[in-house]
């Protein structure tokens, strides 16, 4: 722990650097045996609030490694979970406070359960929460499995005998540990003193008592075993009587790189008893001198040299001419005489045992009577059985006469000072020279008066008084802690330092010396008194050295961006400077910088002004640099308005040696023009114009597209307008806020236009306006207008640009007509009474989703005079002969039927292009020509139907024939006649045919060489060619074309 403390202090010093709260705790894992005292720093830095600051402990157990076991507290006794708390009230675990934010955790006796996670914790007392507030490292308990072993034994040796002594060191730790062995020697209750060692390095090294020894090969340390050390000494002296025992200890290496002692061990002990061979002895006496002054003190020391000193028995007696003064026996309890007697009950003699061979006289204050002659006498003596003891050789040395002077009164005191005016901090000398020189030990006091700069009294600062000690004055107790008073050996001289000067020292000093002698009685009498000379000290503060940085900038930015500024301290007076700064702002519709924050010499924050009209706190982040003299203050989220000139003020303050901080100068940094601006519109709308030409009730979509913009964080608004043919003005479609929200414009709004518009953005920057169903009614010119808007340093969105796009002519129409009618004319003659039809054929149609309004008219014509009449009038006469026959609408309508029609018509839809009208019981009113009018109806989008085109077909005459009885009639109104006629004769003939083939090819085969007419073989014959007429207006045909028989 000794070596941890220094390390720990720099590690506080290095802490204080840091600009937030930072816990450190040593770093793990940390080996330790069990029963093992063992200790856990811990550290806080960059705090803000007391400089004392709490810890509390905590572990986190191996079995439950997520569940926080609390140890103790420096501030809540009731901190310790129950499992600890008898421990922590027991002093067997504790924390000890190294510095205000530095603890030590002693846990005394390491337990098995102590094993874990230990977190320490400091509650916060910052401002706000800025950085670490705890720190973990792990502890590991492991067994205690060092063994030290030594047979415990009684030699006895004489002297220049060899001793060898064995001790076997093993240990079972898992972790790489190193062993340390050493041995000791000791005697009863004195320190043992160590023979020689083997560090953990493998180093040997000796005891100072034994180095020398060790150095010519008398002490050896050698290994004879896996676990065995053996310690050899030769030559023994009877100084090496004593018990022997070893001492090892095992070392592991920590994170840190350091070595710690885990568990230290010792062997039982070897009682060595060493016999001398040499009992002779000499006597010597000695003193400083033999010349004194009355009140120095004297000493004499009766120095005893012979073997084996402590195992043997002396007696020792001071004599003052010839007279006994004092006697000591083997006890060294001394027995003094008469005067003597009394003179040392007053402290003013002493007679004292200091080591085994040395005796001591000691005479503090010397009278004029102490001159003589001094002698001591040293007898050795022996111990009997019986426990009595008998005096054998005796020896004395020669006689020391000393001669003691009397003291002499007269003297002067002069108060002189090297440095007269000095500087805060500075230190200053004030020496009081007393003339004569008298010895040390004459009583002599010394008074350091004061009379502070602009007073008129003096007051004793501090005294040096005869009997050596030193009275401060009550008024000026800080001078105590930075003055130092020393007086010189010959008493002549007492000087006053006085360190770390500042204005409390200012003002006029002088000394008093007064002489005393001490009566025989203890009382005293003032011998005489001087006092010094004035001497006047000026303090003065020191001269600045401070300069800032006068260098000019130019900051031109975009919003949102940070603003960066410094403050730069080129040259400060001392290294202890510390600054207080002030930043400014100047705008300038104002006639004074406004301040923003000022950050005083102990580092505290204070917002000015401006930063709370203008919301500037959260915005402020203000650093230091390591080294001290560079400041930065760095404007988050800047805004248009931050702009202005920026400068700082610097205040140095110095602590003063009365620990008061004062300011010693002041300077106004060089000023920083910053523009803060909008970002630069970079918004770009695809400005490429377009015709789009599509076809009713089809889907149109209308792109709007951004191909560059301000700022990827940008939101974007869209609005379409569109103008529409016949109307002046533009009218606005739809629009897309920023928010994604859908809005109508009034065009949209009354109509069914709402519910046909699709607006839509598939990707950044792309917009699409769809039309469903599309009407000739939505044709026009259309184009987007996109807002972009952006959002400034206050989360408030503004818009920054806007651009139009690139016109898209829109036409709708409705289908092109292709309707084609049949337009062949055709005759045809039905017999009265009978039934004929008009077909009504569509070739080709517009759309599949068309509709026909067909109607039948009948074109007979009227019978005029003459040729020329008729041409004249033919129109007319034309239109008067047209009657409608039948009209059949495009939702299937039928047209009320005619006077003469009626009950006579049958409509019939063969298909989607044919349409049949069958005429029955047809008479003779019914001859004339019969034509088809065809209407194509179209649905337009909203669903009403209006005709696309129209077209007449060809003619059909009809010519109805009279009822006679024919044979055709007979036949045709019965069907067994009917088949008996036209069908049953076919399959007869057909078979006619096949007989007559297969009788001429076998007539073939009968004759060599049958051939036909010019050589040509007859292989076939013709069919017979028959017409017939399947309405039955007339009877088939049957007819051999000539030729098809040979």
């Not at 069990?34 to 811990?42: A, I, N, P, Q, Y």
């Not at 019986?386 to 040395?397: Q, V």
């Not at 025989?520 to 800032?548: C, F, G, H, M």
């Amino acid at each position: 722990m000794r070596t941890l403390r220094p390390q720990l202090a720099s590690l506080l010093l290095l802490g204080m650097a840091l600009a937030q709260r930072q816990v450190t705790v040593q770093e793990g894992p940390l080996y330790r045996t069990e029963g093992s005292h063992v200790t856990l720093w811990c550290k806080v830095s960059g705090y803000q609030g007391p400089a004392e600051q709490n810890f509390q402990w905590s572990i986190y157990l191996p079995s439950a490694p997520e569940r926080e076991v609390q140890i103790v507290s420096t501030v809540d006794p009731s901190f310790p979970y129950a499992i600890y708390t008898q421990r922590v009230r027991g002093r067997g675990i504790y924390v000890e406070r190294v510095q205000g934010d530095a603890v030590l955790l002693h846990i005394t006796e390491l337990q098995d359960r102590d094993a874990g996670e230990y977190e320490c914790h400091t509650p916060n007392t910052d401002e706000r929460y800025f950085g670490s507030y705890s720190a973990k490292m792990n502890l590991v308990v492991i067994p205690d499995s060092l063994r030290v072993t030594a047979v415990p034994q009684t030699l006895n040796k004489v002297e220049h005998d060899s001793l060898e002594l064995k001790c076997e060191v093993s240990k079972s730790t898992a972790q790489h540990s190193h062993v340390s062995i050493a041995w000791y020697r000791q005697r009863g209750s004195e320190a043992p003193v160590e023979v020689i060692s083997l560090s953990r390095d493998f180093v040997l090294r000796a005891g100072s008592a034994y180095a020398q020894r060790q150095a010519t090969g008398d002490v050896r340390l050698d290994k004879v075993g896996e676990t065995t050390s053996k310690l050899t000494i030769y030559n023994l002296h009877p100084s090496d009587q004593g018990e022997f025992y070893c001492e090892a200890a095992e070392w592991i290496q920590d994170p840190d790189d350091s070595w710690y002692a885990m568990t230290r061990k010792r062997s039982q002990g070897t009682i060595v008893n060493v016999q001398a061979t040499d009992k002779e002895f000499s006597v010597r006496l000695e003193t400083e001198k033999r010349m004194y002054i009355v009140g120095e003190p004297v000493e004499f020391r009766c120095i005893l040299e012979a073997q084996n000193v402590p195992d043997r028995y002396f007696s020792i007696s001071w004599a003052f001419n010839s007279s006994l003064i004092a006697s000591l026996g083997p006890n060294a309890v001394p027995v003094l005489n008469n005067e003597f007697a009394q003179r040392e009950a007053l402290g003013q003699l002493k007679v004292a045992k200091e080591s085994d061979n040395v005796f001591v006289l000691k005479i503090y204050r010397l009278r004029l009577e102490d001159s003589g002659k001094y002698n001591c006498r040293v007898t050795e003596r022996e111990k009997t059985v019986t426990g009595d003891f008998i005096d054998k050789e005796s020896k004395r040395p020669k006689n020391i006469p000393i001669t003691v002077m009397p003291l002499k009164a007269g003297f002067a005191v002069t108060a002189i000072s090297r440095t007269p005016g000095v500087t805060y901090n500075e230190s200053f000398d004030l020496q009081c020279i007393i003339k004569p020189h008298y010895p040390s030990w004459v009583p002599v006091s010394v008074t350091w008066r004061f009379q502070p700069a602009g007073s008129t009294e003096f007051h004793d600062l501090v005294t040096f008084t005869r009997d050596g000690g030193v009275q401060w004055g009550d008024r000026y107790a800080g001078f105590r802690t930075r003055t130092a008073i020393e007086k010189a050996e010959s008493s002549n001289n007492v000087r006053l330092s006085i360190s770390r000067a500042s204005d409390t020292e200012a003002g006029k000093y002088q000394c008093v010396a007064e002489l005393w002698r001490k009566n025989y009685n203890s009382s005293w009498t003032r011998l005489a008194d001087r006092i010094s000379n004035l001497l006047e000290i000026r303090v003065l503060r020191p001269v600045t050295k401070l300069q800032v940085s006068k260098s000019k900038r130019s900051i031109t930015l975009v919003e949102n961006r940070p603003i960066p500024l410094n403050c730069s301290v080129k040259s400060q007076t001392s290294p202890d400077s510390h600054f207080a700064v002030l930043w400014y702002v100047h705008k300038p519709s104002d006639a004074d910088g406004k301040l923003i924050l000022k950050t005083t010499h102990s580092s505290a924050f204070e917002y000015g002004t401006y930063a709370e009209e203008e919301g500037l706190r959260g915005r402020l982040q203000f650093e230091r640099s390591a080294s001290g003299g560079l400041f930065s203050l760095t404007v988050q989220r800047a805004e248009v308005r931050d702009s202005g000139s920026y400068y700082c003020h610097v205040e140095e303050w110095l602590l003063s040696p009365n620990h008061a901080w004062y300011k010693l100068a002041e300077e106004v940094s060089g000023r920083t023009e910053v523009t803060v601006k909008q970002p630069d519109n970079r918004l770009q709308v695809n400005q490429t114009h377009k015709n789009i030409t599509v076809l009713e009730n089809e889907w149109v979509t209308l792109e709007c597209l951004v191909s560059n913009r301000t700022s990827p964080s940008s939101q974007l608004s869209v609005e379409w307008y569109v103008w529409r043919p016949g109307h002046p003005e533009k009218e606005v479609v739809a629009w897309l806020s920023r928010q994604s929200t859908l809005h109508y414009g009034d065009l949209a709004t009354p109509g069914d236009l709402r519910g046909r518009l699709h607006l839509e953005s598939p990707s950044p920057g792309l917009f699409l306006l769809s039309i469903q169903n599309a009407t000739v009614r939505d044709s026009g010119a259309y184009n987007c207008r996109v807002e972009e808007w952006l959002l400034d340093p206050s989360d408030r969105w503004y818009k920054r640009a806007d651009d139009l796009s690139g016109l898209i002519t829109l036409t709708v129409k409705q289908p092109d007509p292709t309707l084609q009618v049949d337009t062949a004319t055709a005759n045809l003659t039905v017999q009265e009474k009978e039934s004929f039809p008009l077909d009504c054929s569509i070739l080709s149609r517009s759309s599949p989703e068309s509709h026909f309004a067909v109607t039948w008219y009948s074109l007979r014509a009227k019978e005029a005079g003459d040729h020329a009449e008729q041409q004249q009038q033919e129109e007319e006469e034309e239109e008067e002969e047209r009657e409608a026959v039948l009209s059949v609408g495009p939702d299937a309508v039928f047209s009320p039927e005619a006077g003469r029609w009626e009950g006579r018509l049958r409509f019939q839809r063969l298909s989607a292009v044919l349409f049949r009208l069958t005429v029955l019981q047809a008479g003779g009113a019914d001859t004339g020509n019969y034509s088809c009018r065809v209407e194509e109806w179209l649905a337009d989008p909203k669903g009403v139907w209006y005709r696309l085109a129209e077209e007449e077909s060809g003619t059909v005459a009809v010519h109805v024939q009279g009822t006679g009885s024919t044979l055709q009639s007979v036949i045709c109104s019965n069907d067994a006649l009917f088949y008996f006629v036209f069908f049953y004769p076919f399959p007869i003939f057909g078979i006619l045919i096949i007989t007559i083939l297969l009788v001429r090819f076998k007539s073939r085969n009968s004759s060599k060489n049958s051939e036909g007419k010019n050589g040509v073989p007859l292989l076939w014959i013709k069919e017979p060619h028959l017409n017939y007429s399947p309405t039955c207006l007339e009877p088939p045909v049957l007819s051999i074309h000539p030729g098809t028989m040979d």
